[in-house]
């Protein structure tokens, strides 16, 4: 069987978009499941486009993720050079398309801007295009060497016949029929001497060996025309996979405004590298059974890419925040204290154990941001209302929380070892005595210290942080609210 090779071939344009992110995880995956050979090719041929460090964006992001190419610029396998501009100076492109001129499946074209801004438009997919109306094709092979020789500005055209039809096959979609009075006579090179993405893609996948070619399905209504190509050339038509729409959680396209739409967005918002990827396998992809905790080596063998589906791919915010609450869960201490630490410090300036509040708050945030509301108030107590003493379930009340915070309060004076261990046995002695439930006397306890209805960390841990002089000015605080209720 033919080795399975797979490229990510991005345009650097700017941020990695989820998408992309998308299209080079599934390239990836589809080739180490099959122990193929994933390669990067950089697609700089639209020139205007480019925007400069998007290159050094690309690398870092594979970097970053795991998604390790066997081939590209920067790792020669023996079909480079792999960045299309130089591609270009080799002369590939050109040698191409003159094949294709001369088998006639291809045209030079002289025609200026303004006859093609006098042609007939068409609204195709939102955008309007002019419909090239094979002037040039008419041109005998004397009035195009007469107008290459005084040096006319050209492009070269694909030849598509007015009449019949082109099929093509896509993976998920199946097989698919375009009337080719439909495919417009799309342009191969530009008359920069650069190819058109649509013309390059084609000639860098043969020539690169590529066997699948996986990209997003705004790509479909172009595959014919590769297609016509491939088979003007007499070469092999790769295996197309077009992946399902990305939307945002109103069924738009995910775009920037989301605020969630690319890797650095991610980032920035406080998300792990493991977790956006796990999630972004499945926005189009599932498994057999349900799972959906996995690590990128159980998605290299797990990932089988006919169960891709067609349908739009909703981002979730929601579901990828739990993703990753679950990765910050499992993660190893350490490095999760060394990710949580600037956003404790900044939160908790001056003296903390920042260690033991990191181990407080490990099994509770979704994100690292999450960790300043979480955490803040350590630093100040939080103004609050009495009513937060009163809670059904452990059958406390303002007047209960006042008798309790008094009694507790001498017993608490009275403590020097405020570790947790010996404040939790402290007040579980005082329970004992009152021959009442636990709650009854850590929740008033609780509320007092924090001010909080919802605390990374029992009543007694929570003193252990604060230590004695600040837990007992915020009982004595609490009393003093109770009292005046
Ligand atoms: N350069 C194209 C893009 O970034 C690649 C599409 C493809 O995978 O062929 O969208």
Redesign the pocket.
């Known amino acids: 069987m033919e080795k399975i090779r797979t490229?990510?071939?991005?345009?650097p344009?700017g941020k990695m978009h989820v998408g992309?992110l998308r299209?080079a995880l599934y390239?990836f995956l589809i080739a180490k499941h099959a122990g193929g050979d994933f390669m990067l090719r950089i697609?700089d041929t639209d020139q205007e486009r480019f925007v400069d460090g998007a290159i050094e964006i690309i690398y870092r992001t594979m970097a970053r993720t795991g998604l390790v190419h066997d081939e590209g610029p920067d790792k020669d396998g023996g079909y480079g050079p792999y960045v299309q501009s130089e591609r270009m100076k080799t002369g590939i492109y050109m040698k191409y398309a003159k094949e294709l001129i001369d088998k006639g499946e291809a045209y030079y074209c002289f025609c200026d801007r303004e006859r093609l801004a006098s042609l007939k438009t068409e609204v195709v997919e939102g955008k309007e295009i002019s419909i090239y109306d094979k002037h040039c094709l008419g041109l005998s092979s004397e009035e195009v060497q007469a107008n290459l020789h005084a040096g006319k500005p050209f492009v070269i055209r694909q030849n598509i016949p007015n009449e019949g039809t082109t099929t093509f096959h896509d993976e998920l979609y199946g097989d698919i029929t375009v009337e080719n009075s439909e495919l417009d006579d799309m342009i191969l090179i530009k008359s920069d001497g650069f190819p058109t993405?649509n013309f390059a893609?084609v000639v860098d996948?043969h020539t690169m060996n590529i066997t699948h070619?996986?990209?997003?399905n705004?790509?479909l209504s172009s595959s014919p025309k590769y297609v016509r190509l491939y088979e003007a050339f007499g070469w092999k038509v790769p295996v197309y996979i077009h992946l399902p729409l990305i939307t945002d959680e109103n069924h738009k396209k995910l775009a920037k405004r989301s605020g969630h739409a690319s890797f650095e967005d991610l980032l920035e918002q406080g998300f792990v590298t493991e977790a956006i990827i796990n999630y972004i396998a499945l926005l189009g992809w599932s498994p057999e059974d349900n799972r959906e905790i996995f690590s990128l080596q159980e998605l290299i063998e797990n990932f089988d890419y006919h169960r891709i589906s067609k349908s739009p791919a909703v981002f979730d915010i929601v579901k990828l925040r739990w993703m990753n609450g679950e990765y910050i869960k499992s993660m190893d201490f350490d490095l999760f204290y060394g990710m949580a630490e600037p956003y404790l410090r900044s939160a908790l300036p001056g003296d903390f154990d920042l260690k033991k509040i990191a181990a407080m708050v490990k099994t509770r945030i979704e994100v690292f941001p999450d960790i300043a509301d979480m955490v803040d108030f350590f630093r100040e107590m939080p103004a609050y209302d009495v009513a937060m003493y009163n809670h059904k379930k452990m059958k406390t009340d303002v007047a209960s929380s006042l008798e309790v915070l008094r009694e507790v309060l001498p017993v608490l004076e009275a403590q020097e070892d405020y570790s947790n261990d010996a404040l939790y046995q402290a007040l579980s002695a005082y329970v004992e005595r009152k021959g009442c439930k636990n709650g009854y006397v850590m929740w008033p306890v609780r509320t007092a210290v924090s001010g909080r209805q919802m605390t990374p960390a029992g009543a007694t841990e929570i003193m252990e942080i604060l230590g004695k002089e600040e837990s007992l000015r915020r009982i004595r605080k609490g009393i003093e609210m109770l009292q005046n209720a």
């Open positions: 490229r990510y071939a991005p345009s344009t992309n299209s390239e697609e993405y893609n996948d070619v996986v990209r997003g705004e790509y």
